[in-house]
């Protein structure tokens, strides 16, 4: 039944396929070379931006769609021997009033600021390029592209601008290097997009078209730069970032020294190297409730990792996936790693990645290495075939001494993705087997999708497979031995009177069941949801929920250690809930989100979420979240409750200097910690950070721990 459907599937997939031109191909903006030095300060006084061609007329995306927009904006290019050059200006010319904007904080939330955001796609392959982004206060944004639309912030490297302001327009001037970004240097044309976020008109605009259903900077939808002078090679370009580190922790010192290199292989590939590297500075995970059955997913923020980490980590599915960088190095530390992504031709990328790890002998464990190589070739016009494999191997295993090791485990991974030309039509099938040194047989995952999104409808439906002994150490899967169905649908009714507030709402369903090999029955969850979109950028939504569960093993379902219901055993409940977000022009923001109903064995559960945020723009932003879950049950678990409290102060002095502040409380475990992080970039991708990390859990663990840390790290570029 199964794989029957995976076959439909694929042919479906086929079916659609169509070769076609790009669909905003006319939208061409000449990009020119020139001698001129440019000064980056936000005055557009230099001959040069006289002289080149202008992108301007810039379409609406919301809250209507192929309507020119009303705020009128002008975006131009040039470039010399070393750096892209843009000049930007987003004219108030329907609207004016004060701009809304978090801080001076890096990659800020794109809705709570006005903003702008380009998008590179260097090798017009419509899904994967590089996007940057100021607000209209100069705090800057930059990531790298995937999938056509999706952004990855965690990505960081050197570029330079400077933002000017006044009640008529924001002037933006931008300096991004050529070595700090990778390309195909004999391209005659780049993908690219400029899009504006105005709050205090409410209107999201682009300058190539892009429909309201759609990111502003989908790669489907970009315009094209053309280079009538081909951008410089790039036949000599090594970055190197050493650091030192030390730290005291529970009355303990430690010092550290290492360095990273980049080594950029011509314009489309780049080799990262690391040599003890250092995590001190990155941020902490969020405290989260857990009443799951299953392992939770918590996202890389290692800069390491990060570069291209959609060719690792971006394989499978958002609950199978064949390899998860966090299994590495959080245990152990990490000796060394290399790492080689990007480009090896127009259609071709490559990722290669080897990282070693220290042996240590109190955790049980051996030294190890991860090796991972991954390949994509781009088909079609915005399709693409992947295969990934994933190699763990122990080195210098004793099986006695080394309990918690394994001498080996290996993944391969198949798949291929279709994207239609207007991204109205997607589709994935892919292949996943695992190795190790215990059971091969019935180690298959197999999955197939396909989904639409239009104006009006958006549907999905999947299907999964996975064998019993499926054992991908290095990737995420929770859950093996089942086969699953998915599908949503939703619909969308626009309102095209101009005046109403209400921009658009509409219902939606989804649904997901779990079977096991007999084709019972274990688990489903279904949803059913009609939501509302406002003029001012503010949600309401209200959702109707049933779930049933067979458990598969024995589970507490309050995780307190109280007493676990029996593998078997059948559950089934409904709940109600209702979620709202504030409109984000505000300087005072808030959202909620409040459910209730039934839960594990006849019993009940209410849930309640709030997150309010206020701004002393642009210096300091602060937010409070407060989560509240009560349980009633029968004895011996009776009645519970407990908080998830947390609080974060950004404070930024300028666009260089920030000071950032958590506190958690997670009342479930009786844990609680503290992270603040001075951060001063006096150069370009050059940081000093002074760290405090405090965390106590008083639950079964009782561990108190604190660390106090001082990193400085040098970005030298020849």
């Known amino acids: 039944m199964n794989k029957n459907l995976t076959l439909s599937i694929l042919s479906f997939c086929l079916s659609l396929i169509s070769w076609s031109q790009k669909v905003n191909q006319d939208y061409q903006l000449h990009i020119d070379k020139t001698n001129e030095p440019i000064v980056l300060d936000g005055i557009l006084d230099e001959k040069v931006w006289s002289t080149v061609d202008v992108a301007d007329n810039f379409f609406m995306i919301q ?10 904006s002008e975006a131009r290019m040039c470039f010399d021997d070393n750096n892209i050059y843009m000049s930007i200006i ?12 978090e801080s001076y904080k890096r990659d800020f939330s794109f809705n709570k600021n006005d903003n702008f955001i380009m998008a590179f796609d260097p090798f017009n392959n419509l899904t994967t390029g590089f996007t940057f982004g100021l607000n209209a206060y100069g705090a800057q944004w930059d990531g790298t592209l995937y999938d056509g639309a999706r952004t990855d912030l965690n990505w960081d490297t050197k570029w330079v601008s400077e933002v000017r302001f006044d009640e008529d327009k924001w002037v933006c001037e931008i300096a991004i290097p050529f070595k700090s970004i990778r390309y195909n240097e004999n391209a005659k044309s780049w993908g690219i997009n400029f899009s504006r976020l105005d709050l205090k008109a409410n209107e999201k605009s682009a300058w190539a078209p892009v429909p309201r259903q759609f990111p502003s900077i989908s790669l489907a939808y970009s315009g094209n730069l053309v280079w009538d002078t081909p951008p410089p090679s790039q036949n000599k370009n090594i970055s190197l970032i050493p650091y030192l580190a030390t730290s005291v922790a529970n009355s303990e010192n430690d010092f550290q020294m290492g360095t990273d290199v980049k080594i950029g292989i011509g314009a489309a590939l780049n080799l990262d190297l690391t040599i003890n590297p250092d995590f001190s500075n990155t941020e902490v995970d969020a405290e989260v409730t857990n009443l799951n059955r299953f392992e939770l997913f918590f996202p890389e923020k290692r800069q390491f990792f990060l570069e291209n980490a959609d060719l690792f980590g971006n394989f499978g599915t958002r609950m199978v996936k064949p390899f998860f960088s966090r299994r590495i190095g959080l245990g152990v530390p990490i000796t060394a790693g290399m790492r080689l992504s990007g480009n090896l031709g127009e259609d071709l990328r490559i990722g290669l990645m080897d990282i070693q790890t220290a042996e240590d002998i109190t955790q049980g464990l051996a030294a190890e290495n991860f090796g991972v190589l991954s390949l994509q070739q781009k088909v079609l016009d915005r399709s693409n075939i992947g295969m990934i494999f994933v190699n763990k191997q122990a080195m210098n295993f004793i099986e006695e001494q080394h309990t918690e090791s394994d001498a080996f485990n290996r993944t391969l991974g198949l798949e291929f993705n279709y994207a239609s030309n207007n991204n109205q039509w997607d589709g994935k099938l892919f292949y996943l087997k695992t190795f190790s040194d215990e059971k091969l047989d019935d180690s298959n995952v197999l999955m197939g999708s396909f989904g639409h999104q239009s104006k009006k409808w958006r549907f999905r439906v999947s299907t999964e497979y996975s064998g019993e002994n499926v054992n991908a150490a290095v990737g995420f899967i929770p859950r093996t031995d089942y086969q699953m169905y998915n599908a949503f649908v939703g619909h969308t009714f626009w309102n095209e009177n101009s005046d109403s507030q209400l921009v658009s709402h509409g219902p939606r369903v989804f649904s997901m069941f779990y079977y096991n090999k007999a084709g019972i029955k274990t688990d489903h969850f279904v949803r059913s949801a009609y939501g509302f979109n406002f003029l001012n950028r503010s949600q309401l939504e209200f959702n109707f929920d049933t779930q049933y569960v067979m458990l598969l093993d024995p589970f507490d379902p309050t995780q307190l250690g109280v007493k676990e219901l029996a593998a078997g055993t059948q559950h089934q409940w409904n709940t109600v809930g209702v979620q709202f977000t504030s409109r984000p022009q505000s300087l005072m923001t808030y959202q909620f989100a409040a459910e209730t109903g039934g839960y594990y064995n006849d019993g009940s559960k209410t849930e309640f979420s709030s997150e309010l945020g206020y701004r002393f723009q642009p210096y300091v932003s602060i937010n409070a979240i407060a989560n509240y879950t ?9 009645d519970s409750s407990f908080w998830l409290l947390g609080a974060k102060a950004d404070i930024t002095f300028n666009s260089k ?23 001063w970039r006096y150069k370009p991708a050059s940081d000093i950070f002074l760290v405090f990390n405090s965390m106590e859990d008083n639950g079964i663990n009782g561990t108190k721990d604190w660390r106090l840390s001082l990193k400085i790290n040098y970005w030298f570029n020849n």
């Open 63 to 72: 809250p209507s769609d192929g309507k020119p927009a009303t705020q009128h």
């Open 90 to 101: 987003f004219y108030n010319n329907e609207v004016k009033g004060a701009y809304n904007v």
């Open 630 to 638: 009560k349980i009633e049950l029968e004895a011996p678990w009776n």
């Open 657 to 679: 200097l920030f000071f950032s502040n958590i506190y958690q409380y997670n009342q479930q475990f009786d844990r609680w910690g503290i992270n603040s992080r001075l951060q």
